[in-house]
């Protein structure tokens, strides 16, 4: 369990290093820092997305964002940043955040 948790750690950090200077400049760095890492993952997202989109037989949607955890007595949030629908062809159609 531990080798995958530093596994895990070891992506994370490999992932934010392009966001460095980003993350330096940030006023508030640990408020920065999952939007860094959101974007971060974005770029994978959509790579993801444009390899497979060959693939889609009647569309796709992605939903994307900032998952925030809370106290184990609380609800925790999911603060949406991104809700795209791609066509058969996987031409994306549009964003359907402003529906949430």
Do not use: W
């Amino acid at each position: 369990l531990q080798q995958f948790s530093d596994c895990q750690q070891g992506a994370v950090q490999e992932l934010i290093l392009p966001f460095g200077k980003r993350l330096a400049r940030a006023d508030e760095r640990m408020r920065e820092l999952p939007y860094a890492l959101y974007d971060s993952q974005e770029v994978m997202v959509t790579d993801i997305v444009n390899t497979g989109k060959a693939s889609i037989k009647q569309g796709l949607a992605v939903l994307g964002g900032i998952q925030i955890n809370t106290a184990p007595d609380q609800l925790d949030y999911f603060h949406p940043l991104r809700f795209d629908y791609y066509d058969s062809d996987g031409n994306m159609v549009g964003s359907m955040l402003s529906k949430l």
